[in-house]
């Protein structure tokens, strides 16, 4: 049951010592995860089956909704499982495919929000040829762009941390197979994995960071120059989800490297931070956005519909 040289052994992701905290995790999780994928499920339908969620922003939408989704599907559902348990196990190399999908798909999600803040600044800087700038092609290939720099910057990381040798113990202090809490079990000198993964980790945040940040700086420079306040509305919500998305992510790094807190309460700020974001998205842009409430009660009123319908079929019948 040790982790070892590549051998097909196992890890214990562990979430002792939280005492009744546990089962608070277990109900804030499984409602927290039911929203998640509600609400994402939401949006990526009504942006592909209603004609006036035919802009851009809204496919770059119903694309942060589906990396949502997945990311919080890699570590929620095991977690629920093991508040049921007292231990939980997981194999090498399942521990390492977690790890290596939770990095990957959170870097995608700023890479994607880093595109859609470009949408943004084409839409209200250049508005006369945005449709020509954002073509099907433009759009794909900017996804794409979001997809191959989350590669190049946990690919990396990832790798390397897989070669170290694996001799014990074989329990990861953490809710999943995180990639410094993995570090930590192997038995050599990690320190280049510790730079290493420390260097690809700031490429993503400040690369992705500093773009979005030029994107708005240039967004509130023209609105400031031709004096169109409302047209600051439409960035409202992704401003409000690339806010709260940053700032939760600062406060998980001073909460690991900064303060000395306790592993239980490390869990549980990673937990919240895991679930925050994704679970905020959808709400967000359905409270900010007219166009997507409207949709989403047209598509619910369809259902309603569809639904009464179908009773009465059946009560003729």
């Not at 399942?94 to 943004?120: E, K, P």
């Not at 508005?127 to 191959?148: C, D, E, N, V």
């Not at 790094?253 to 490390?266: G, T, W």
Request: net charge positive.
């Amino acid at each position: 049951m040790l982790i070892r040289n590549h051998s097909n052994g196992s890890s214990r992701p562990t979430c002792d010592n939280l005492g009744d905290k546990q089962m608070i995790l277990f109900v804030f999780l499984l409602l927290g995860y039911i929203i998640i994928l509600g609400g994402n499920s939401m949006i990526i339908f009504v942006a592909l089956t209603d004609p006036k969620l035919s802009s851009p922003m809204y496919f770059f939408l119903s694309n942060l909704s589906f990396v949502d989704m997945f990311y919080t599907t890699t570590t929620i559902p095991k977690m629920l499982s093991s508040f049921l348990s007292d231990t939980t196990t997981i194999s090498f190399l399942g521990c390492f495919l977690q790890m290596h999908f939770f990095v990957y798909l959170s870097v995608t999600s700023r890479a994607i929000l880093t595109v859609m803040a470009f949408d943004r600044y084409v839409a209200i800087c250049n508005p006369l040829r945005y449709t020509s700038i954002m073509t099907w092609p433009t759009r794909l290939l900017l996804i794409a762009g979001a997809w191959s720099f989350s590669t190049f910057c946990t690919l990396p990381p990832v790798i390397i941390t897989w070669m170290e040798p694996y001799c014990g113990p074989n329990v990861v202090r953490h809710g999943w197979c995180d990639l410094s809490s993995v570090r930590q079990l192997a038995c050599a000198d990690t320190s280049v994995d510790n730079i290493v993964s420390l260097s690809f980790a700031l490429v993503a945040l400040l690369t992705t960071g500093v773009l979005i940040l030029t994107s708005y700086v240039l967004i509130g420079f023209s609105i400031w120059m031709k004096g169109r306040l409302k047209a600051f509305g439409t960035c409202a919500a992704h401003l409000t989800v690339v806010t709260i998305s940053y700032t939760a992510a600062s406060f998980v790094y001073i909460s690991y490297r900064v303060v000395n807190f306790s592993p239980e309460v490390r869990i549980i700020v990673a937990v919240v931070y895991a679930v925050l974001t994704p679970f905020l998205n959808p709400v967000i842009y359905s409270l900010r956005n007219k166009e997507l409430r409207d949709s989403i009660r047209r598509t619910l009123s369809r259902f309603r519909s569809a639904v009464s319908a179908t009773k009465d079929i059946n009560t003729v019948s």
